[in-house]
């Protein structure tokens, strides 16, 4: 046997030999390696807090991050050939396990032996033994597998020891992932099926597994990581049979995949369009499919066919993943379910070489070993290949898009590639590409290499077009509020930035970069020891640091210097561009210097397109048309750089070429429609915009978004009536989008309708109840509803208060409200403290306007009297 374990060993060394020095997804900035709390065995108590979950997208899995601390105790991160080896090695014991495993019901040890080798250098490998983020993935299967071989060796030889064993493992793999869920299920069918054993004693058999299972679930029901720290996708109704729908119909691309073993590096939810009926041709086809599958599995466990039992593992191991409601996360479909589906593919394989072998046939046997030592050898050769490919991340991701052209994933990334090499020109050409469809996250990249590049405006631009886009990830949220908080510290406005970074540790009390960056901005400030504070604790949750190290030697040489030092001069940035950074206002200043920026960077179409709407603005739309077709060329067929461009055409006069590509495209495109809208509405031109808006509608009648649009022109062009039944169409087609319940809020309010203004918001925060926005709007109708009956200043101060707690900042707007809630409900001492810090703030950024509010508001409440306004038809 020792022979045979040496060899798959082997082989599985030789075929992951030439990435094994390599980092590119072991080691990286995304690595879970990288995490504070995974650098140090201190930190294991808090791995296994709920708090935790904000790293685990929500999920309780804790055992591989702790087993991951306690190595990077000793080891350091960036030893990329261990930590390589490390995936590898729990990888080779999976195959291990599977090669003990088909011995059991082997009776060729060669068959064992296949069915390890096909596991081990399956080309699916490579996603796991080659990222350190999936790294829960094989550490569950080892649980999974390990569990699975001591049940069945117990069965075989009654020694109780090997049923004990596996109440550890199996407990352990609860702790690693919820796939160990199905295992009683696997369990108790084999048992049933192919041992053909008493059910009474199967179940009893099942009690400690499933008490396992009954400790545990307060860990998947109840743990929740704060809402201030992780949000969890808010899921509509149905979304659990959709998903499952998706899975089933998508069973024909995975059945591809692990067969073929090629393809699998395209990112699978690119591939896949969501089933939303039962009745779809897809479902209803590898729904049928995978119900006579089922047959065959019981079939052949009956008969002692031990294929039944690599059919078995391959169904029920990916049961957890088939609802997203269950599995709480966007990702419906990906190739990191399928694991434990490769072992059961290889169970299955080398059950069917198994039964070969056993036959009369000579020549058959030759040709079934010929067979499957060719398919070890063409997997090993796909497994060598993709291996090479993820040496570097461009490599891999030029891969990925040669696989799959459209792959707007492999097009962002490899534009990531290209700027940290320092190749602008070229990401730009990756970043923007027409397969790109939503620029949220080129922007993200791109605003964060001008801001190292000290080009801050035009980091501004691309962080307001990436913060434009809905962002519904709290993680997301924090990383924009990460690159704000750079923006602002690299422009010298550090009050914002200490205000940023304040409120991004509140959301995450473990961003060991935001408490550095925190300390440096306190220390420019000369409050060197509260910033030495920030950098202790930095150390103490990742003493192997380095980067912690020298800013802490750094501050304490500025606590103590040798010498007398001069203070530094900081220079604020001037008041426009933090205008324009903070509120999207151009003055004519800015407006200036944007138009020099778009001639300096011809190479970034969102420049152009912001140089093009300045030149727009100060009435030069043949220049601003040059900067839209410099757009175009990078973004053909985004709507908003189309809409954009038609502005200008319809500007210089060309309302011919507009109207006629309005009747072909608006079919085909009502978003571009959409868009131009929008853009006339922004310049003033109501009645264009309605014109616009209403041609969406025509081509895409059930457009939430043209609706709620098309309602807010009406609003402005105080046409009430029409505009609130267009946001209550909007908001039956988009139940849980919170802007048509704010519109139709302000429309009912300005014809004086409270009671229903109330009763919108309230269906607002019932749809959406994280929603800050409509937590302020319903605290201050609450506040200000002329109808005694009407105001509630105990809700609006619940209301107000939680609204604050989510803000990701404290801005003058909000604490006002929360100001005149608490004055509503008679806690005046209260109001007037909110007051005073909402007053601070609108000073502290020069808004006039509302410091003259906020002093009238504030001698009201120092007088012990609640805001009441003269004329209450405005939201705030």
């Known amino acids: 046997m020792w022979p045979w374990v040496v060899v798959l060993l082997l082989l599985t060394a030789g075929a992951f030999a030439p990435s094994v ?18 650098s140090t065995w201190r930190n294991v108590p808090a791995i296994f807090t709920q708090e935790f979950m904000i790293f685990t997208e929500g999920q309780y899995r804790p055992l591989s991050y702790a087993l991951l601390a306690l190595v990077r105790t000793v080891v350091s991160a960036h030893n990329t050939l261990f930590w390589h080896l490390w995936l590898v090695g729990f990888h080779a014991l999976n195959a291990l396990f599977v090669f003990a495993l088909a011995r059991l019901f082997a009776r060729k040890t060669s068959a064992a032996l296949a069915a390890a080798a096909l596991f081990a250098v399956h080309p699916m490998a490579s996603v796991f033994a080659n990222a350190m983020n999936q790294f829960h993935y094989v550490l569950a299967g080892s649980f999974y597998l390990g569990t699975l071989w001591c049940y069945v060796k117990f069965l075989r030889s009654r020694r109780r020891w090997l049923y004990l064993l596996g109440l ?20 108790l069918l084999y048992e049933l099926l192919y041992e053909r054993g008493g059910l009474r004693s199967a179940v009893v058999r099942m009690v400690p597994f499933v008490a396992l299972c009954l400790v545990l679930a307060p860990c998947w029901l109840v ?156 997997y090993g050769a796909l497994l060598v290949t993709a291996n090479v490919h993820a040496r570097s991340p461009e490599s891999y991701w030029r891969h990925v898009l040669e696989l799959n052209p459209e792959s707007e994933i492999a097009s962002v990334e490899l534009g990531r590639t290209c700027l940290e090499q320092g190749r602008c020109e070229t990401a730009l050409r990756y970043l ?18 001008y801001c190292q590049d000290n080009e801050l405006l035009a980091a ?20 924009l509020q990460m690159l704000g908080a750079e923006i602002v510290y690299a422009a010298g406005a550090l009050d914002y930035a200490e205000q940023a970074l304040t409120q991004l540790l509140m959301t995450n009390p473990y961003d060991t970069p935001a408490m550095r960056m925190l300390a440096e901005v306190l220390s420019r400030k000369g409050y060197v020891s509260a910033g030495l504070k920030y950098l202790e604790e930095a150390r103490r949750l990742d003493p192997h640091d380095l980067e912690t190290a020298r800013c802490l030697e750094r501050l304490r040489r500025r606590m103590y210097p040798a010498e007398s030092v001069a203070h530094e001069r900081i220079t604020p940035p001037g008041p426009d561009w933090l205008r324009y950074l ?80 309005r009747e072909t495209s608006a079919a085909r495109d009502a978003t571009m429609w959409n868009d131009m809208g929008y853009l006339l509405f922004q310049q003033g031109k109501l009645e264009e915009a309605v014109s616009c808006f209403r041609a969406a509608l025509k081509a895409h009648p059930d457009s939430a978004k043209a ?104 801005d003058a707007r909000t604490l006002n409200i929360l100001a005149a809630a608490y004055a509503e409900n008679g806690q005046f001492d209260k109001a007037v403290g909110t007051a005073r810090e909402a007053l601070e703030l609108a000073r502290s950024r020069g808004d006039e306007d509302l410091v003259t509010t906020s002093e009238r508001r504030l001698r009201l409440y120092e007088q012990r009297r609640p805001y009441r306004p003269k004329s209450p038809r405005t939201l705030p």
């Open 21 to 38: 020095t390599t980092g590119t997804f072991v080691n990286g900035p995304d690595s879970v390696l990288r995490l504070s709390l995974v």
């Open 460 to 479: 501004a631009v691309h962080f307001h077009m990436a913060t434009d886009e809905t962002i519904t990830a709290l993680d997301e949220t924090n990383r």
């Open 223 to 378: 743990f929740e990581p704060h809402p201030l720290f992780y949000d969890y996708p808010d899921f509509p109704s149905g979304s659990g049979w959709f998903s499952l729908y998706t899975f089933v119909g998508r069973t024909g691309l995975h059945l591809q995949g692990v067969a073929s073993g090629f393809g699998f590096e395209r990112p699978l939810q690119e591939l896949t369009e969501r089933i939303m009926t039962p009745f779809h041709p897809r479902f209803v086809l590898w729904g049928m499919a995978v119900a006579g599958v089922m047959v065959v599995c019981v079939v052949l466990l009956l008969r002692k066919h031990w294929g039944g039992v690599g059919i078995l593992l391959a169904m029920v191991s990916v049961i957890p993943y088939v609802s997203t409601v269950f599995h709480r996360t966007r990702e419906f479909i990906s190739w990191n379910y399928l694991y434990l589906v490769v072992a059961g593919f290889a169970l299955v394989l080398g059950a069917c070489m198994d039964s070969v072998l056993h036959m009369r046939r000579r020549a058959l046997r030759v040709g079934v070993v010929v067979a499957v030592v060719v398919l070890v050898a063409t």
């Open 707 to 810: 609706h709620n649009n098309l309602g807010l022109v009406l609003s402005v062009m105080e046409e009430h009536k029409e505009a609130v039944v267009h946001y209550r169409k909007a908001i039956a087609l988009s139940p849980t989008d919170p802007e048509p319940y704010r519109s139709l809020a302000s429309a009912l309010m300005a014809q004086d309708d409270f009671a229903a203004c109330i009763e919108t918001l309230s269906a607002g925060l019932k749809a959406v109840p994280e929603d800050p926005e409509l937590k302020l709007r319903l605290a201050w109708v609450l506040v200000i509803a002329p109808e005694e009956r009407l105001r509630d200043g105990a809700r609006a101060v619940v209301l107000a208060e939680a609204a604050l707690r989510t803000a990701t900042v404290r």
């Open 168 to 187: 550890p493992l199996f407990a352990c793999g609860l702790l690693t992932s919820k796939m160990l869920l199905t295992l009683p299920v696997f369990l």
């Open 582 to 661: 903070m509120t999207q206002r151009i003055s004519p200043g800015i407006s200036d210097a944007m138009i020099r920026l778009s001639y300096r960077l011809k190479a970034d179409p969102v420049i152009q397109v912001e140089g093009g709407k300045c030149l727009l603005s100060i009435g030069e739309p043949e220049r601003a048309r040059e900067k839209f077709n410099m757009a175009i060329r990078f973004m053909p067929s985004h709507p908003y750089v189309r809409a954009c461009k038609l502005s200008a055409d319809a500007e210089v006069g060309a309302l011919e070429r507009v109207g006629t590509e």
């Open 432 to 449: 923007f590409a027409p397969r790109v469809k939503s620029i949220c996250r080129s922007s993200f990249l791109m605003s964060h290499y």
